[in-house]
């Protein structure tokens, strides 16, 4: 199993943070756990093609997270050469986003459906909506979901990839809570949203103080990965974005280890992890 943090990016535009994307590459499959800004430039960096993924996973629908759904949607479809479904597995409220995504598109489909004579059906996209259990499982790989809590954003839900004796957690933001740790329990790699409390609160702009309401904290985080027992804790989307190889990138891993004896990874994009 091969996880690629594709985008480790926040709301906030990064010359060197795509927005949060993360493959993992396993039993022949392609899977994609969320789709922010600039996914499909990183997936072309691995690379796999817009028609290459199995199936796209969403976290929460916070727009972050789906900037690039719709270019994921338009590229599959019109790189295809026969009718796919793209297969997409979201929190309960991904059908009407999809749908809404599929209606804004409306145009640009009709444009391209009337000018290339051998494209003659519209994208296709398959919605499963999930709220707990398995969402997906096939070859021996087995993707389950957990509620958790990024409350008032709701219902939202993290992922377990379970293959050959092997599991990685991928969870979107969320405070720490029973559904997250049932996804980590014993987990060889954690990939989670962090903010950093304090470089938040050194600078008083109410919009950024709320952010310390719904995401995990360093220490938060580091808790989570201690309790559950997991091998490597990997940092993604930090808020704010410490720049690469700084002195404060360090002392996020430093805060992090403070909690948690196994290994902490902040990630960069592109970056792989072989279990
Ligand atoms: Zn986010
Ligand atoms: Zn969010």
Same mark, same amino acid.
């Given at each position: !199993? %091969? ?5 480790t990016?926040c709301?906030?535009? =990064? ?5 949060p994307?993360?493959?993992?590459? #396993? ?6 756990? /969320? &789709? ?6 990183? $997936?072309? +960096? ?8 199995? $199936? ?18 338009? !590229? %599959? ?7 796919? $479904? ?8 991904? #059908?009407?986003?999809? /749908? ?6 409306? /145009? ?9 004579? =051998? ?12 709220? =707990?259990?398995?969402?997906?499982? %096939? ?9 958790t809590d990024h ?7 993290g992922?377990?990839?379970? &293959? ?5 957690a991928i969870s979107g933001d969320t405070k720490p809570c029973?559904g997250l740790d049932?996804l980590c329990?014993?987990a060889?790699l954690y990939l989670q949203t962090v903010v950093r409390r304090a470089s938040i609160? +050194? !600078? ?7 952010i310390l309401?719904y995401h995990s904290t360093v220490e938060e985080t580091a808790d989570t990965a201690a309790r559950n027992g997991v091998g490597t804790l990997i940092i993604t989307h930090p808020v704010?974005?410490p ?8 002392q996020w891993v430093t805060e992090a280890s403070t909690g948690f004896d196994g290994t902490v990874v902040l990630a960069? /994009? ?6």
């Amino acid at each position: !199993m %091969q996880v690629i943090t594709l985008g480790t990016g926040c709301p906030l535009p =990064d010359p060197d943070r795509a927005g949060p994307a993360t493959l993992v590459q #396993a039993a022949g499959f392609n899977l994609l756990f /969320d &789709c922010g800004r600039g996914v499909l430039m990183r $997936a072309a +960096a691995v690379p796999v093609g817009p028609g290459g993924f199995t $199936a796209v996973f969403l976290t929460h629908l916070h727009s972050d997270h789906i900037t690039d759904l719709n270019d994921i949607i338009t !590229m %599959q479809w019109a790189m295809s050469f026969v009718p796919t $479904a793209l297969k997409v597995i979201g929190p309960v409220g991904t #059908a009407a986003v999809v /749908d809404r995504t599929l209606d804004m598109l409306r /145009d640009d489909v009709g444009y391209r459906v009337a000018h290339h004579a =051998d494209l003659t059906w519209e994208p296709i996209v398959e919605v499963t909506e999930v709220r =707990d259990g398995v969402a997906f499982e %096939q070859n021996g790989l087995r993707v389950l979901a957990e509620p958790t809590d990024h409350r008032p954003v709701e219902p939202t839900v993290g992922y377990r990839v379970e &293959c050959a004796g092997r599991a990685v957690a991928i969870s979107g933001d969320t405070k720490p809570c029973a559904g997250l740790d049932r996804l980590c329990a014993g987990a060889d790699l954690y990939l989670q949203t962090v903010v950093r409390r304090a470089s938040i609160e +050194a !600078m008083p702009v109410p919009r950024l103080l709320d952010i310390l309401d719904y995401h995990s904290t360093v220490e938060e985080t580091a808790d989570t990965a201690a309790r559950n027992g997991v091998g490597t804790l990997i940092i993604t989307h930090p808020v704010p974005a410490p720049p690469s190889g700084s002195e404060l990138a360090a002392q996020w891993v430093t805060e992090a280890s403070t909690g948690f004896d196994g290994t902490v990874v902040l990630a960069d /994009d592109l970056q792989r992890f072989d279990l």
